[in-house]
């Protein structure tokens, strides 16, 4: 069982890879990128942080793997344009 955090990086990290084979393919076809590669990438977030601690069953199975949550939000900029 894997903490929130670290399942949103996992996501963030397609993301980048596939923002970075659509423009290497819009490149070697002389063709614009799409608006949806223009969407923000979602932010780094630490590893061990958790959405929700409500749900006990999965947070106590987690502590006794001896995870350590954290619980400070990222600051996310909804209007970067960034690919990264």
């Not at 749900?55 to 502590?63: A, K, L, S």
Request: one cysteine or more; glycine letters at 4%; a positive charge.
């Amino acid at each position: 069982f894997w903490p929130d955090g670290c399942n949103m990086n996992l996501t963030r990290n397609h993301i980048i890879s596939y923002k970075h084979d659509i423009r290497e393919i819009c490149e070697a076809n002389n063709m614009p990128l799409p608006e949806g590669y223009y969407l923000p990438t979602p932010p780094e977030v630490d590893n061990n942080y958790m959405a929700s601690l409500k749900r006990e069953d999965r947070v106590n199975r987690m502590r006794r793997q001896g995870v350590k949550f954290a619980k400070k939000k990222t600051e996310y900029d909804l209007e970067q344009l960034s690919l990264f």
